[in-house]
């Protein structure tokens, strides 16, 4: 069912969503490797997005060596081998177990952040993005653009982030961490005109926790203060929903 331009398909439980983001996911990228020698992607890295990894490493028919994968997001400050890092969580679910041309991840000890992120923005240019797969925070968010620092005309790909109250409980509430003291302050993020310029969006949203961005996301205005309701202004863009998650919008999103 369509809202403005953005599909939004709400089923019965996670596994039936995972299963069906995995299939559309897989079925974009055979179609590009069909047209392409290569591909670009970028991966949005959390607990929400894992019934839709389990089956994309499922999926047949895909030349992974011909596909190249960025992160969208990372904490500033935390170590390489900080369970709690995105890039880590990517290695485990999906990175470590394909066969990718290239891995390209931000450097969450970069000495400096900022210059870490100009590095990072060179990747993207270089290679630019075919596929999003991406997720909404609890406030709206997507990757790290919360509310207070989201610009849908942003100047920069890749930018430095202080994080809101609302993302860095979430942390918590993901079991990310034990308690917000322990969630870092500072992140680096793939901005929204860089993320929503790609041709293919797929978004997989879980969750009560996420019923009420959900719901601002399809029914609300198209406004910064929802970074994700931006999706509702591009083509070929998907939402993934679950019962829970999509618990406050009108009957006819569910499949």
């Not at 100009?118 to 999003?132: C, G, N, Q, S």
Request: proline share 5%.
């Amino acid at each position: 069912m369509l809202k403005d331009r953005l599909d939004v398909r709400i089923y019965e439980n996670r596994t039936l969503m995972g299963e069906a983001a995995a299939k559309d996911i897989a079925s974009a990228m055979r179609k590009l490797l069909a047209e392409k020698e290569e591909i670009n992607m970028i991966f949005a890295a959390a607990p929400s997005q894992l019934d839709m990894l389990v089956s994309l490493c499922e999926a047949e028919g895909i030349a992974w060596k011909r596909v190249n994968a960025f992160h969208m997001d990372e904490y500033v400050g935390i170590t390489h081998d900080a369970p709690q890092g995105f890039a880590n969580f990517l290695k485990r679910y999906l990175f470590d177990k394909k066969p990718f041309k290239s891995v390209n991840l931000l450097n969450c000890e970069a000495g400096d952040a900022a210059e870490e992120c100009l590095r990072y923005e060179a990747l993207l240019k270089a290679y630019p993005t075919d596929i999003v797969c991406l997720g909404i925070g609890e406030n709206g968010h997507i990757a790290f653009n919360d509310p207070h620092v989201a610009k849908f005309d942003d100047p920069k790909m890749v930018k430095v982030v202080d994080l809101d109250e609302k993302c860095r409980n979430q942390q918590v509430n993901d079991g990310c961490f034990a308690k917000i003291d322990e969630v870092p302050r500072y992140a680096m993020t793939v901005t929204i005109p860089a993320l929503v310029k790609a041709p293919y969006l797929f978004c997989v949203v879980p969750a009560a926790t996420k019923a009420d961005a959900v719901y601002k996301t399809v029914m609300g205005e198209i406004t910064e203060a929802c970074p994700a309701s931006i999706l509702r202004t591009r083509e070929n863009a998907v939402l993934y929903g679950d019962s829970a998650s999509g618990a406050r919008l009108p009957e006819e999103y569910r499949v």
